[in-house]
């Protein structure tokens, strides 16, 4: 199950939400989660309120546990990073905060397709089409939208490799992966030139 571009239907309340109002309310609340959410009560309550989103746009529990599973291994893992550099406190925050943030990301690809979050993003940035190609941005948005899944891929390989090998510790796990990573940028890079696309 891909992280993201899922989308699921539904006559929700935020289903019914344009994908540009929806964008901007997503700018908006990811801002404010980065900078209101700095103890582990107020993550507690984010988490909370992430809950009660999904609740309203009605997403099967099953399909939304598939969907961020990906992130919350991210999270433990880059969680325990903090652990051992920061405390445990600081793990908490900085691994809630990337849940609640991706989470809500997913809740809005899950709510909207693809497709006309895209050309809300193509629409938004018309009037600055002197400055920047608005059809590029809108391509290299779906670009990382269908990269995410392929790196959920990527990490789902490395965990099977990692406890097949019984190996153990963050490093033998996320080093692979941002190699893994970067390869596949450099091709999707290849790729994309060789159709003349960097012109």
């Known amino acids: 199950m891909s992280l993201v571009g899922t989308w699921v239907p539904g006559s929700s309340v935020l289903h019914r939400v344009p994908a540009g109002p929806k964008l901007v309310g997503l700018a908006a609340v990811e801002v404010a989660v980065a900078l209101a959410v700095r103890t582990p009560a107020a993550v507690a309550v984010a988490a909370v309120a992430t809950v009660a989103a ?19 291994v991210v999270a433990v893992l880059v969680g325990a990073a903090q652990w051992v550099y920061a405390g445990p406190e600081r793990a908490v925050v900085v691994g809630g905060q990337l849940v609640v943030a991706v989470a809500l990301a997913v809740l809005v690809t899950v709510t909207t397709r693809t497709s006309a979050l895209l050309d809300a993003v193509e629409r938004g940035l018309r009037p600055l089409r002197r400055v920047v190609d608005p059809g590029r941005v809108a391509l290299t948005l779906a670009l990382a939208v ?3 899944p392929v790196v959920a891929h990527l990490l789902g390989e490395l965990r ?15 080093v692979p992966l941002v190699v893994r990573t970067v390869q596949h940028a450099e091709a999707l890079g290849e790729a994309l030139a060789a159709r003349g696309v960097d012109d």
């Open 54 to 72: 999904y609740a309203l746009a009605r997403v099967p529990v099953p399909t939304a546990a598939r969907m961020l599973r990906p992130i919350a």
């Open 146 to 148: 269908r990269s995410v």
């Open 160 to 174: 099977e490799a990692h406890r097949a090998r019984g190996a153990t510790g963050v490093t033998t796990l996320g």
